[in-house]
């Protein structure tokens, strides 16, 4: 994948935790960034897209901002029912669509 | 509300050819909006998107995977469909079809539920 991500975050309950995105030729090059999370078991669920919108239904502790060659999810007030595989999306010039490689959130 | 459906064999043999087909309910595979894609994910893996189709018929592919894979589109019938042919054990995933925004970047708002293929003879 040319999108990077850390295998893993944790935090505590009601604590702010942060999964980063890498790509250079996908981000870097401007290209809009989608975020998804997944429960293990079930499809993928859209999470934040175009970089910082959330669809109706998402809590607006979770939010998303773009900036060079990287992009964030941000989740304010970890909770319990947060911790599940998060995924980054966006387009590569080379590639077409490419996911992250996923992080893994644990809530301690 | 938009649903979308996969429906496989399974179990496929290495070397042959995997269809799957995905059915829409609650929207129209026409709306001009929307592309619709497959993506894949391996057991314990991360997720890899195969392909997307527009209802024209008009698709692009994966590059890694351009050379075995097809997508369909049909209209009449509200589904879209993937052939992947000299499928192995590396083809062994989930596979969930989904809606997917007009745009380069576009996102996947619906997905289907998914359906597990497992090659194997």
């Known amino acids: 994948s040319v999108l990077t991500q850390p295998p893993s975050v944790s935090g505590a309950p009601g604590q702010r935790v942060t999964i980063s995105c890498t790509g250079a030729s996908s981000i870097g090059a401007g290209y809009d960034v989608h975020w998804y999370q997944q429960f293990p078991g079930r499809a993928p669920r859209l999470l934040i897209y175009?970089?910082?919108n959330r669809p109706s239904g998402v809590p607006d502790r979770f939010s998303g901002s773009k900036s060079g060659t990287s992009a964030s999810l941000a989740i304010t007030g970890l909770q319990a029912e947060d911790e599940a595989d998060y995924y980054c999306q966006s387009y590569d010039s080379s590639l077409k669509k490419v996911f992250g490689t996923g992080t893994k959130v644990t809530v301690l | 509300q938009l649903q979308l459906q996969e429906s496989g064999p399974g179990l496929v043999k290495p070397s042959e050819t995997l269809s799957l087909t995905c059915s829409v309910s609650?929207?129209?595979?026409?709306?001009?909006?929307?592309?619709w894609g497959w993506i894949r994910q391996p057991p314990g893996k991360g997720l890899e998107w195969i392909g997307s189709?527009?209802?024209?018929?008009?698709?692009y592919y994966n590059p890694s995977l351009r050379s075995r894979v097809t997508m369909f589109v049909e209209t009449s019938m509200n589904q879209f469909s993937l052939k992947l042919t000299s499928v192995t054990a590396a083809d062994t995933a989930v596979y969930y079809c989904?809606?997917?925004?007009?745009?380069?970047?576009?996102?996947?708002?619906?997905w289907g539920q998914g359906t597990l293929l497992t090659v194997s003879s």
């Open positions: 609650g929207g129209s595979i026409s709306d001009r909006r929307y592309y």
């Open positions: 189709i527009y209802n024209s018929g008009s698709a």
């Open positions: 989904a809606r997917q925004e007009y745009t380069s970047s576009g996102y996947f708002d619906y």
């Open positions: 175009d970089n910082n």
